[in-house]
């Protein structure tokens, strides 16, 4: 593969807009693209025109609106390009077509924003996110809305989140002095993902249906040597990751880096940043590519934030920052963070943001799956706090507690020996327990679920620092002494909001209790997270920046909560089947032959029988806990009104779920005693080794 030439080979990016445009028709573009300027619908035949006979030169026959509805996947319908032309036919996408198109939207989650029976939603073009093709079809990304305007969808929001982010910012930089057409966020989402054998994973209904194994005893060799990290990547994995690589550049996304992560049949990828609409667009394309390629290998990618219990959980760091249209990064603190004023006002304004709304921040990650790898030793907690790092954290200290700063420059490093080269290091460490951390030039949310489409956690970054940065600049505008009022707005917001600031182990056990002293949020649990959402300051800050409407903005909660629910019923039932269905019989079964060998054994002569006889008393007395525990689940699930999905969901998060825990700890007991003949599903071990 030639690197250079193919990259982005399937994408209508800006170099092919140049070359098939009418230049004025590509200017107008351009400006809509890199300034923000209102599109000139007047230019839409042309761009469709050329976009199609692009398209048709890559074998392309029909395209789509590519839309992100609130099931938080992406959705498509499929036109093709020939219109009747006499008894023959022509290609064809007019201007119309390319900028809008109709959806049946009552088939998607709105959240009671629109009634089920009006049916009517429109897909608009998105010109900011580059359409492609892929599988002879012409994929033109877009947003989502109801015939009544209500956003029915993640790209309108976060676009609104975005615009509000520019506003609000160019407002600070001009106060400072700096011209700009546009501030953008760009994110950068790491991915990470399990691969496990296809034939594996169709014998295991848990994984099929739920993403998840319900059911698993640990398996004897797990991560606790730490060689899976970091390691040799087995020759299928490479092979995978190879064909990955390629058809991912070929679509113009950036990914940079592969590597095994901490848990076996675990590993990752990362891409270089780009601007956030860009970055959700091409991680959803990603995420659905990995799983294609996976099966063209016998594979089968998991995407589940903890598909297997007792090892490490996969998350999806969100790289974000700050950038001008000039190549001005809003959080490079440079060389003397001390004396950059903008740096320190802009961290403070992000600090107060993390803080102010700590409540939906969470709630933005939060989800069925992603609720089990919060918390643990593997992701950050549950609590929300910020790491700055020690240069950065004793600059703050500085400011907050009235004491001078010393400054500090990165040392040298070197292992002391002659041939070994001298390297630069940088001027903190990173602090892998934080959920909210500066990384020198971007803070990495890292609470994401790798399955999660990563709008819902940048629209509330985006809308949270926004307010904070239009509070600081309707605060300064009127202002007589900047300089002051400005170094003001920083000590005071700072001080305000040091309790979110915590640059030490997030694992370790006082800090919960540290954090609850200071007044930090700590909800576990999807079922308790999100209700936040309905509180007024957190609706308000939503309606002030333009991102949702009230009613928008409540709807999510509702879908959120209404989505949960549906998971943990689903899983639910399938815990039962396979219990029902499967393991009781065939433990049964086990225990049945087990005791016609005791039988025969004292039948011809009294030997010793002990080992069986307690094994099969064990197994028994497993088994019957195991169906008395189902019993219990089965009724609790009868008296659950899943339409009143708020209380139905606080049920499933302190009833259903600790019922299925108690059945899975019967479960992975006897699996552990059962012999693997009579077992009927691939045991961990056979799943996470067989790649």
């Known amino acids: ?128 996110s ?37 506003r609000q910012a160019k407002r600070i930089l001009k106060l400072f002095g700096i ?51 970091f390691g040799a990547i087995k020759p299928r994995v490479m092979a995978f990751m190879r064909e990955l690589d390629e058809e991912l550049w070929s679509y113009g996304v950036l990914s940079k880096t592969k590597h095994n992560e901490v848990a076996p049949a675990q590993h990752e990828m990362a891409p270089v940043f780009s601007t956030t609409n860009v970055a959700v667009d ?61 740096f320190k006002l802009v961290l403070a304004a992000v600090v107060k943001a993390v803080d102010d709304y700590q409540g939906i921040l969470r709630g933005s990650v939060a989800s069925a799956a992603n609720d089990h790898r919060l918390g643990a030793n593997e992701a950050p907690p549950a609590i929300i706090s910020v790491y700055l790092g020690d240069q950065l954290g004793a600059l703050v200290d500085s400011i907050v507690k009235g004491e001078n700063y010393v400054t500090g420059t990165a040392p040298q490093g070197s292992i002391g020996v002659p041939e070994s080269p001298i390297f630069p290091k940088d001027a903190t460490d990173r602090n892998r327990t934080s959920p909210f951390a500066f990384t020198g030039n971007k803070f990495e949310f890292r609470m994401l679920g790798s399955q999660a489409n990563v709008s819902d956690a940048n629209i509330c970054l985006n809308t949270i620092v926004a307010d904070a940065f239009e509070q600081f600049a309707d605060e300064l505008e009127g202002c007589k002494n900047f300089t002051e009022a400005v170094n003001g707005i920083i000590e005071r917001e700072l001080k305000a909001h040091y309790r979110i600031i915590f640059n030490h182990d997030g694992y370790g056990p006082e800090w919960e209790a540290e954090a609850a002293k200071r007044g930090l949020l700590n909800h576990k649990n999807t079922a308790d997270a999100v209700p936040l959402f309905y509180e007024k300051k957190n609706v308000d800050v939503f309606v002030r920046q333009g991102v949702f409407t009230a009613a928008e903005a409540v709807a999510r909660a509702d879908i959120r909560l209404e989505n949960y629910t549906k998971i943990i019923n689903i899983e639910a039932l399938t815990l039962l089947e396979m219990v029902k269905q499967d393991i009781i019989p065939a433990v049964s079964d086990f225990v049945a032959d087990l005791c016609q060998n005791l039988a025969a054994k004292q039948a011809v002569a009294n030997l010793p029988c002990e080992t069986e006889t307690k094994l099969i008393k064990k197994l028994a007395e497993l088994n019957d806990k195991a169906s008395a525990s189902v019993e219990k689940l089965e009724k609790h699930l009868k008296k659950i009104n899943l339409h009143d999905f708020k209380k139905a969901s606080q049920d499933m998060a302190h009833i259903i779920l600790p019922d299925m825990e108690e059945i899975r700890k019967y479960v992975d007991e006897m699996e552990k005693l059962t012999s693997s003949d009579y077992w009927p599903f691939p045991t961990y071990f056979e799943i996470l080794y067989n790649v």
Request: aromatic residues 8%; proline residues 5%.
């Open 1 to 128: 593969m030639n690197l250079p030439e193919r990259f982005g080979e399937n994408v209508f990016n800006d170099s092919v807009q140049k070359e098939t445009l009418p230049k004025e028709v590509y200017t107008a573009l351009r400006a809509t693209i890199e300034a923000g300027k209102q599109l000139d619908t007047s230019i839409a035949g042309a761009v469709a025109a050329a976009m199609k006979d692009w398209a048709v030169s890559k074998g392309a026959t029909h395209y789509t609106h590519w839309f992100q509805p609130l099931t938080g996947l992406t959705a498509e319908k499929h036109d093709s390009f020939i219109e009747p032309d006499g008894d023959k036919v022509i290609m064809r996408l007019t201007g119309k077509s390319l900028i809008v198109g109709e959806s049946d939207a009552s088939s998607f989650p709105s959240g009671g924003s629109r009634v089920t029976y009006m049916a009517r939603g429109y897909t608009a073009w998105d010109p900011t």
């Open 130 to 166: 580059p359409a492609f093709v892929k599988d002879g079809t012409l994929y033109i990304p877009t947003i989502f809305v109801s015939y009544t305007g209500e956003t029915l969808d993640k790209k309108a929001p976060l676009l609104r989140s975005m615009t509000a982010v520019d």
């Open 179 to 229: 011209d700009c057409k546009k501030v953008s966020t760009t994110v950068g989402p790491e991915q990470e993902y399990f691969l496990i054998d296809e034939e594996e994973y169709s014998k295991r209904k848990d994984l099929r249906l739920t993403g998840r194994t319900l059911f698993g005893a640990p398996v004897s060799r797990g991560q606790e040597l730490e060689d899976h990290y």
């Open 282 to 342: 091409t991680n959803m394309l990603t995420m659905e590519l990995m799983r294609t390629v996976a099966r063209r290998h016998g594979l089968v990618c998991l995407l589940h934030e903890k598909p297997f219990e007792g090892i490490n959980g996969s998350g999806k760091h969100n790289n974000w920052s700050m950038s001008t249209d000039t190549g001005l990064n809003l959080l490079n603190p440079g060389a003397a963070p001390e004396k950059n004023t903008l």
